[in-house]
């Protein structure tokens, strides 16, 4: 591993309960470890780190430290994806999903031991044709789950909140018909909730929706939740605490390359946890190891 010289920090300043600390802690790394005072960015709600992590680069950052949630870090991941400049996570946002995936600590001075560390990984980013992300996107149900989740009852009780979001995304999302096709395949035909696809498969209090889902294997998991009647979701939620929960018709797994999914109406769209409005399509490939991230030891 190269010396960090120039590290930059890209803040989402909502998310971060003591900023001031957070930049005294990261300081104190820099001045421990010989490098520059951190170059340091703060996030908008029109910019949620892309802008920032393109001026990190652009001032030679040769570590960006994205503090934030998931939408900071896909913002960040999808400009550094392909630098070879290394990301850490700082994690502070409510789901956390990418740090959690890969076993970086949620307590931020434990991130921080592991973004000054030696050890980074390559992972994949996924890319559609105006986003790139690096834990799921979902059409349907899934969207509508953050869409319908109080953000204020998020960041009180953070993340039981999706539980009252999914109660009133089941109720408001229709079954619709997707059109699926991965790599060179058959175009399938599927009466679904919704559709997942997936860089990673944990998601919050530790379910796996996507149990084989690895960061860094080069290949998209898709997840077609296809539950028919009310008595299909109890039975979805305890395949999926198994790890196994396309293992009877409430759901499906697809996995390769790249997907394309078209619906015969408009549904919701969410990337990283953000909800993105309505879409009938979506076409995803995977850039192979594109990103470097800083990682706990293995």
């Known amino acids: 591993m190269t010396a960090v010289r120039r590290p930059a920090v890209v803040c989402n300043p909502a998310s971060v ?10 300081r104190t790394r820099c001045s421990a470890l010989g490098a520059a005072d951190p170059l340091w960015y703060e996030t908008t709600p029109e910019d949620l780190g892309a802008g920032q992590s393109r001026q990190a680069l652009a001032a030679g950052a040769d570590l960006v430290l994205a503090c934030g949630g998931d939408g900071t870090v896909a913002a960040c991941a999808g400009i550094l994806a392909g630098t070879g400049v290394p990301l850490a996570l700082v994690p502070v946002g409510t789901g956390n999903l990418l740090a959690r995936n890969v076993a970086v600590p949620l307590d931020p001075e434990a991130a921080l031991d592991v973004a000054f560390g030696p050890h980074r990984r390559h992972l994949d980013v996924l890319e559609s044709a105006d986003h790139r992300f690096v834990v799921m996107a979902g059409l349907g149900f899934d969207a509508a789950l ?6 204020e009852v998020k960041a009180r009780i953070g993340w039981p ?5 999914a109660a009133r995304a089941v109720r408001r999302t229709p079954p619709a018909s997707y059109t699926i096709t991965v790599d060179d395949g058959p175009a399938l035909q599927r009466r679904a909730l919704g559709v997942l696809v997936g860089n990673v498969g944990r998601l919050q209090a530790g379910l796996r929706v996507l149990p084989d889902a690895k960061p860094d294997d080069g290949v998209i998991d898709v997840g077609v939740l296809e539950p028919r009647r009310w008595r299909d979701w109890p039975v979805l939620a305890l395949r999926i605490l198994a790890r196994r929960p396309d293992s009877g018709p409430q759901a499906e797994i697809l996995r390769g390359r790249q997907v394309q999914i078209s619906c015969d109406q408009e549904v919701p769209l969410e990337y990283d946890g953000d909800h993105v409005g309505q879409t009938r399509a979506l076409r995803v490939h995977v850039l192979n190891e594109a990103l470097v991230l800083c990682v706990p030891p293995s």
């Open 161 to 165: 909140a999706y539980l009252a979001g």
């Open 17 to 26: 309960e003591d900023i001031d600390l957070l930049a005294k802690q990261i």
């Open 146 to 151: 953050i869409r319908d989740t109080d953000d």
